[in-house]
DNA sequence: AGGGATTTTTGATTTTGTCAATAAAACCCC
DNA sequence: GGGGTTTTATTGACAAAATCAAAAATCCCT
């Protein structure tokens, strides 16, 4: 079997937003979140980069929405978590929790 | 200033690593912690490499330990976080607690 | 049909992750 | 006191992820 790919840690914050955002997220929308919530500011090709990369690892499904009705514009390109999205962000989280546990960050720094 | 480069997916479980196993930490070592308690089995050169990263981007420093006077081998390279890995750790945390605020994983997955 | 508006896709490059193979020390020992 | 063995660290080379500027694809309007 294939090695199983590791999840990037931009992967990461594009599920989460993803997730927050509901089933009608479209690029720019995601763009936004990472920008506004995650303070991560990345043009929007990275985004749809991104996108594709989890769509091709099976985390991620997209389908093309309704041309808008408003004033110009490509239709939307609509995307949502898979369940094996949430598996694998749950996982990373466990994996990220057990290794913070019982881990004492004053003094460490600044010992010697 | 320089463009502020991001933390990868290892080099944070790397720091964390550190953390756990306090300042006499180093190579062999790291690698079982990786192992162990975040379930990533990688080579010993990657962990190698990612550490030199690391030193390079202010996150941690070495230094070179006395042999160790058992049967053979070279002296170890001992590695701690400094106060600015620490900082960066404490900030991916912090961004992924607020993206994961508020988000219903439970449906979400499974919504149609 | 042509033009402006919005969204997506495509190159192309830099940064991270990865490991096999090689080098560096340190000890032993005859 | 040089060769072998052991442990640790470094190099070199490539794959995967992150990144963006520029180009392409639609859509609505006149």
Same mark, same amino acid.
């Given at each position: 079997?294939?090695?199983?790919?590791? $999840?990037?840690?931009?992967?990461? $914050?594009?599920?989460?937003?993803?997730?927050?955002?509901? %089933?009608?997220?479209? &690029? /720019?929308?995601?763009?936004? +979140? $990472?920008? &506004?919530?995650?303070?991560?500011?990345?043009?929007?090709?990275?985004? !749809?980069?991104?996108?594709?990369?989890?769509?091709?690892?099976? !985390?991620?499904?997209?389908?093309?929405? +309704?041309?808008?009705?408003?004033?110009?514009?490509?239709?939307?390109?609509?995307?949502?978590?898979? %369940?094996?999205?949430?598996?694998?962000?749950?996982?990373?989280?466990?994996?990220?929790?057990?290794?913070?546990?019982?881990? /004492?960050?004053?003094?460490?720094?600044?010992?010697?």
């Amino acid at each position: 079997m294939a090695p199983r790919p590791q $999840l990037g840690d931009l992967e990461e $914050l594009v599920l989460l937003a993803l997730l927050r955002l509901g %089933p009608d997220a479209y &690029g /720019a929308g995601i763009r936004e +979140e $990472l920008r &506004g919530r995650a303070g991560r500011s990345v043009s929007i090709s990275t985004v !749809y980069v991104t996108l594709m990369r989890l769509e091709e690892k099976g !985390y991620v499904r997209s389908w093309k929405g +309704e041309p808008s009705g408003e004033r110009g514009g490509k239709a939307k390109r609509h995307f949502e978590v898979l %369940p094996e999205g949430v598996g694998v962000l749950e996982a990373v989280r466990e994996v990220r929790e057990r290794m913070w546990e019982g881990v /004492a960050v004053e003094g460490e720094a600044r010992a010697r």
